[in-house]
């Protein structure tokens, strides 16, 4: 049996589009890798934790690979090394995530 999984590239969006893209797969009890390069990686963290802590409780990162392209400048053709991460978040086994029921303020009279 072949795992499924998605790939999110995170860039310039905002960061809840990012989370929204996260957990559509995570529900659905599918392996996401979220891809970051340069700049956007910090964007990329901020998804991995969002979407663990507040979305997806469930959910745990299974590796967190970084390196380094080497691209090249616009400028002058030189090379130029680019940083990236890979953040793989998987599902735990077991039945669908359930979204947390929202606890209705108590309405308790003042005694």
């Known amino acids: 049996m072949s795992e499924e999984s998605a790939t999110v590239l995170i860039g310039i969006k ?6 929204l893209a996260t957990t559509m ?8 890798v979220l891809k970051a390069r340069g700049r956007a990686i910090s964007k990329a963290v901020d998804v991995a934790e969002i ?5 997806v409780q469930d ?3 299974d590796a967190i690979i970084i390196g380094t392209e080497e691209g090249k400048s616009s400028m ?3 090379p130029r090394n ?19 029921p929202k606890e209705k303020p108590s309405a308790k009279p003042a005694e």
């Open 51 to 55: 979407v663990r802590r507040r979305f």
């Open 14 to 19: 905002p960061t809840m589009n990012y989370v």
């Open 25 to 32: 797969p995570l529900n659905e009890r599918k392996k996401v």
């Open 59 to 61: 959910a745990s990162i």
């Open 82 to 100: 680019v940083s990236t991460i890979e953040i793989t978040i998987t599902p735990k086994k077991g039945e669908a995530a359930k979204p947390k």
């Open 76 to 78: 002058d053709g030189r």
